[in-house]
């Protein structure tokens, strides 16, 4: 599968613990972002990188969230002290530049309980 | 502020009728328009590109459409398969700038 794959793709938690998420993008795409999707909505941006450096952060990015892809490879998205309004989907999608359409993986749905 | 609009929020139609979707977007320099098809519980699926006014992409049932104002994506006799929301984002033209898109429009297509 040459797809963008994201793990877990369901993950339940408890209010205050610290979830991770992991991405890992098409091979040889440059940009990654991550997005954030609650019921009912489009995706929300919250933040991109071009290949290992993080360009933009979305105000969504509260301090409480980071996200780090080391070597340009795989990213990951941290939540720390989880809080019930953080309960979405998470996407991640991949893209060969800054202007070709980007291709997203399943997501992941966190819920906080 | 920039934004994205789509209408209606959601559509019904019987199989075979003909609609069109629209999303309307106020960008400062648009680089790119991009349709996409999402499924309950999925990540969304790309469907088209449109890079300038006039453009105009086919896939299967759908023609999507690019003015200086707006998008339409044109479902032709819609089959219950075509069930899905369907999410319009765009790209500005400036560095640094990731998708921005809109709320959707939920599909429902009964045979």
């Known amino acids: 599968d040459t797809g963008v794959s994201q793990d877990p793709r369901h993950k339940i938690t408890k209010r205050g613990q610290n979830v991770t998420f992991r991405c890992d993008p098409i091979?040889?795409?440059?940009?990654l972002y991550w997005y954030r999707q609650t019921l009912g909505q489009g995706p929300e941006f919250l933040t991109y990188?071009?290949?290992?450096?993080?360009?933009?952060k979305s105000r969504l990015l509260s301090d409480r969230f980071s996200a780090e892809r080391p070597k340009g490879s795989f990213s990951t998205l941290e939540i720390q002290r989880t809080e019930q309004g953080d309960s979405a989907m998470y996407l991640c999608?991949?893209?060969?530049?800054?202007?070709?359409?980007?291709?997203f993986g399943q997501g992941t749905r966190l819920t906080v309980v | 502020e920039d934004q994205v609009t789509q209408s209606p929020e959601a559509l019904r139609l019987q199989e075979g009728e003909s609609s069109s979707l629209n999303c309307s977007y106020t960008?400062?320099?648009?680089?790119?328009l991009f349709w996409y098809r999402q499924d309950p519980g999925k990540g969304p699926e790309f469907l088209f590109t449109?890079?300038?006014a006039g453009e105009e992409k086919e896939k299967e049932r759908l023609k999507a459409t690019l003015t200086k104002k707006e998008s339409f994506l044109h479902i032709t006799a819609p089959k219950p398969e075509d069930s899905a929301t369907y999410l319009c984002?765009?790209?500005?033209?400036?560095?640094?700038?990731?998708?921005?898109f809109g709320k959707g429009t939920t599909l429902s297509v009964s045979s």
């Open positions: 999608a991949s893209s060969v530049d800054r202007y070709t359409e980007a291709f």
């Open positions: 091979s040889e795409h440059n940009r």
């Open positions: 990188f071009q290949n290992e450096a993080q360009l933009e």
């Open positions: 960008v400062s320099g648009l680089r790119g």
């Open positions: 449109l890079y300038s």
């Open positions: 984002a765009v790209h500005r033209n400036q560095a640094g700038t990731a998708l921005i």
